[in-house]
T-cell receptor, first 108, second 116 residues
Framework: GQNIDQPTEMTATEGAIVQINCTYQ??????LFWYQQHAGEAPTFLSY????GLEEKGRFSSFLSRSKGYSYLLLKELQMKDSASYLC?????????FGTGTRLQVFP | DTEVTQTPKHLVMGMTNKKSLKCEQH?????MYWYKQKAKKPPELMFV???????INESVPSRFSPECPNSSLLNLHLHALQPEDSALYLC???????????????FGPGTRLTVL
């Protein structure tokens, strides 16, 4: 079966750093995507990892360990606009299988 | 043009109605997708079109009928829906079929469907 788990909700303070974890067990693996989705809007692409290690993109970084079935998204210098849902998704041939999503609330 | 557009934004329909959702992209992408998203849940894949041919149907009930008239357009025809089909319907596209090599999906804003 396919299982992708994330914490349901997280809170953090403006200016802080937050790490959102994702663990997965899937029958295939062609890479892992992170998407951001504001309420009522479409998901937007944040990052992609297919090899182990850290990928950095401005305030956002994403890490992958394939042997552990584990990824995290690191958000630095949090801003109020970062309040959104963060979706981890595993690419399995032609399919993108989404995790449960993490709702992040940033407080002033 | 780097966006996926969807119409209508909102749709309310009765269980006996027939309606269609439309999706369009002009990025030259050759793979297009339909997802269903319920409130506070992740998107669930419904259909995948690769080079205008249906390549994946995730056991979706026949009251949902996809159509890809050309490489830029994707429709979802709806007939005899149930109230539990109320959801946000998202369309997405990617440059090529398959998701290897950072072939990211671009999502449209979605159609919020309510079935009465």
């Amino acid at each position: 079966g396919q299982n992708i788990d994330q914490p349901t909700e997280m809170t953090a303070t403006e200016g802080a750093i937050v790490q959102i974890n994702c663990t997965y067990q899937t029958s295939g693996f062609n890479g892992l995507f992170w998407y951001q989705q504001h309420a009522g809007e479409a998901p937007t692409f944040l990052s992609y990892n297919v090899l182990d290690g850290l990928e950095e993109k401005g305030r956002f970084s994403s890490f992958l360990s394939r042997s552990k079935g584990y990824s995290y998204l690191l958000l630095k210098e949090l801003q109020m606009k970062d309040s959104a849902s963060y979706l981890c998704a595993v690419a399995n041939t032609d399919k993108l299988i989404f995790g449960t999503g993490t709702r992040l609330q940033v407080f002033p | 043009d780097t966006e996926v557009t969807q119409t209508p934004k909102h749709l309310v329909m009765g269980m006996t109605n027939k309606k269609s959702l439309k999706c369009e992209q002009h990025m030259g992408h050759r793979a297009m997708y339909w997802y269903k998203q319920k409130a506070k849940k992740p998107p669930e894949l419904m259909f995948v079109y690769s080079y205008e041919k249906l390549s994946i149907n995730e056991s979706v009930p026949s009251r949902f009928s996809p159509e890809c008239p050309n490489s830029s357009l994707l429709n979802l025809h709806l007939h005899a829906l149930q109230p539990e089909d109320s959801a946000l319907y998202l369309c997405a596209s990617s440059q090529l079929p398959g998701l290897a090599g950072n072939n990211e999906q671009f999502f449209g804003p979605g159609t919020r469907l309510t079935v009465l």
